[in-house]
């Protein structure tokens, strides 16, 4: 909890499931938290608990120095955000909604010319994560700005200051999410194949997520060949790489489950 005198006026503008967990962390947090929604019922809950209902977007900007955008996209985000320019002049906007690296820039663009103080955030947390120990929240633009309100915003998840490129969190937030989503399609992939033997993905599900546990490791040390690619020394070779690639993507052909999957990786995958 925090005391009365570190306690921030903070507004959150959209209370869907992530926003709606935002202004609960910043309410336990001991802020003084107002609130709005298009849809104002969504916000019941929160007043109940202590959060003040503002009557427009524009009225929520106006009431705190924090201001935190949290709704569907980057057009409902610039709806809201450029008539309110005269409100927000002067004051930190966290926009946590997810965006392109572009929109975030052009964005920040907007900020900077109306001297608003503009951080990009990127959540990497399900709404349930809020406030937990596996939660993180990537942030960039700003710097002093995040450097203020970094012990509010520490609220939702461990803050991790990426760059001052307005783009820069939402670029590492999409790279993240684009790894996670290469190991989803790589388990749709073995699940299927083992599928063809008799087995079960259900099965394949308890030997594979500690397997891939375990090779995160390896991230470290494929990172000097993408950082520094002139003076990296591979571990493996490119051609180990593509006959073990060309052995997998034999295999889903033989089980008949064959995907573009193994050629695609075949391509993003030099020697590593
Ligand atoms: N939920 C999650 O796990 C992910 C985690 C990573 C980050 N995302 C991003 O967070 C943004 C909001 O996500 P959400 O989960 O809160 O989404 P919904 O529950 O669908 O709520 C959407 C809210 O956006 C409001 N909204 C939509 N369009 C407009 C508009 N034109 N003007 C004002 N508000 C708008 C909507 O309002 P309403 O439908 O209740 O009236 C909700 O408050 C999102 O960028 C995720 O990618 C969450």
Redesign the pocket.
Known sequence: MTNSATAQRVSVI???????ALAQALLAGGHQVTVW???AA?AEALVAEGAVLAAT?AEAMAAADLVIL????D??VR??IEPAAAQLRGRTVVN???TTPEQARSLGAWALANEVDLIDG??M???SMIGGPAAFVLYSGATAAFDRFRAVLELFGRAEFVGADFGAAAMYDLAILGGMYSMFAGFQQGGKMVRTTGGTAAHLATLMAPFLQAMTTMFAQYAPGIDDPDNYVPEQSAEFTASALGTIDKAAAESGTHTELFGVLLRALPGI
């Not at 959209?14 to 709606?20: D, H, Q, R, Y």
């Not at 949290?70 to 996209?73: A, G, H, I, N």
């Open positions: 959209g209370l869907g499931a992530m926003g709606t929604n298009r849809t969504r977007s949290c709704v569907l996209d057009p409902a709806e809201h946590l909604t997810t990127g959540i947390a399900v709404p």
